[in-house]
């Protein structure tokens, strides 16, 4: 099992970014329990994991496992209006669209994105990235 939230962080580390800060989430309904100050800011959650069927059909199994993970991209916003999330989101995608966030692991693809949440202080949409690796039990 590999991790790569923590990856996908190291590569958000906001030199020169329009994000201030990177930081994981085990759910997205963590978010709610969070106030983020410092905005705009970036969570990155393990979405879900799929493994397909044993290629071998004897012996040690051997399984390509599909990971999909995601960003979700916080701004503020102020006197009730809705800042723009497309530049960030150009820029989170500049950044992990094709990279390899492990030796082992296919470089991420796009997944989709959706609006999260509108708050009264801030908004925030979640992009999408998907990867897929070999478990081997040998």
Not at 42 to 61: C, F, H, K, N
Not at 94 to 112: C, D, I, N, V
């Amino acid at each position: 099992m590999l991790d790569l939230v923590t990856p996908l962080i190291t590569q958000l580390t906001p030199t020169g970014a329009p994000w201030l800060e990177v930081e994981g989430l085990l759910k997205l309904s963590e978010l709610d329990d969070k106030t983020p100050r410092r905005l705009p800011k970036l969570y990155v959650i393990e979405m879900s994991e799929r493994a397909t069927p044993d290629v071998r059909g004897t012996g040690p199994y051997l399984q390509t496992v599909q990971l999909e993970l995601g960003v979700v991209v916080v701004m503020a916003s102020i006197n009730g209006l809705q800042p723009s999330l497309t530049p960030i989101r150009e820029r989170v995608r500049q950044r992990l669209f094709g990279w390899r966030p492990h030796l082992e692991a296919e470089p991420l693809a796009l997944a989709g994105g959706s609006l999260l949440k509108i708050g009264s202080h801030y908004v925030a949409w979640l992009d999408r990235f998907i990867t897929e690796y070999t478990e081997d039990a040998n």
